[in-house]
């Protein structure tokens, strides 16, 4: 598996380190992204994190909006304007920053969630609340026609 799948929860440590779990320091590891690439989801009280691909799916969406409009803007600055790279150490553990943490409502344990070309670090209980929308709003998905209608209401 080239991707992040599943979920994992962990506790911070009395340092402020979180142990990456060890699955998605194997996707980054054969992506070639030294450390950890973070950032305040731009829709949501998570963070996403990732590495290369998590980068070209971005560098993907700007290039559909021209460098000097206000939609670039935009998007540049959520996407890189509040990122960090974080170093993982040997122990394949990471140090969110306070403002990563506050954006996502993060205390002493966070949840990894797998979503492919990225990850997503969230606030168990959080998490929970989203897990149950999703699964109502993914159902209604999957009953539209393939190639069907538009996104879910919100």
């Not at 670039?72 to 553990?93: C, M, P």
Request: with cysteine; net charge negative; charged share 25%.
């Amino acid at each position: 598996m080239d991707g992040f799948v599943s979920t994992y929860t962990k506790q911070i440590d009395a340092k402020g380190r979180i142990s990456v779990p060890a699955p998605f320091r194997q996707v980054l590891t054969r992506d070639g992204f030294e450390g950890l690439y973070c950032y305040p989801a731009p829709d949501m009280a998570a963070l996403d994190a990732g590495g290369n691909r998590l980068l070209q799916t971005i560098e993907g969406r700007l290039t559909g909006h021209d460098p000097y409009t206000e939609a670039h803007d935009l998007l540049s600055t959520a996407f890189y304007g509040v990122s960090e790279v974080l170093k993982i150490d040997g122990e394949g553990r990471v140090i969110l920053s306070d403002a990563l943490k506050s954006h996502a409502g993060i205390g002493d344990t966070v949840a990894f969630v797998g979503q492919g070309y990225k990850f997503q670090i969230w606030e168990p209980g959080q998490l929970a609340r989203y897990l149950e929308e999703a699964r109502a709003k993914a159902r209604e998905v999957l009953r539209r026609p393939v190639g069907g209608a538009t996104e879910p209401a919100q």
